[in-house]
């Protein structure tokens, strides 16, 4: 599996809309995104950044629940 690139919020903001992520709202430089779930609602925070580092990116997609190998399906 190849590492994870250096992408922007709006790569990841696509990625998690594709997942059934609804933008609900913006604070600053900060965008959430929330999906409803049998087990509760899922929140992610994306900075709204043009690279987003590979830490930061692990961290939105586990929180997300999507795993590597849907990250580079879905991108």
Known sequence: MPKLPIV???EI???????GFVI???KGSHIALHKKTPE???L????NKRNIPRG???????KAGISRERFFELK
């Open 56 to 62: 930061t990116l692990r961290a939105i997609l586990h």
């Open 8 to 10: 922007s919020a709006k």
């Open 13 to 19: 903001i696509s990625i998690l809309k594709k997942e």
């Open 44 to 47: 992610v925070v994306v900075p």
């Open 24 to 26: 609900t709202r913006q």
């Open 40 to 42: 509760g609602i899922k």
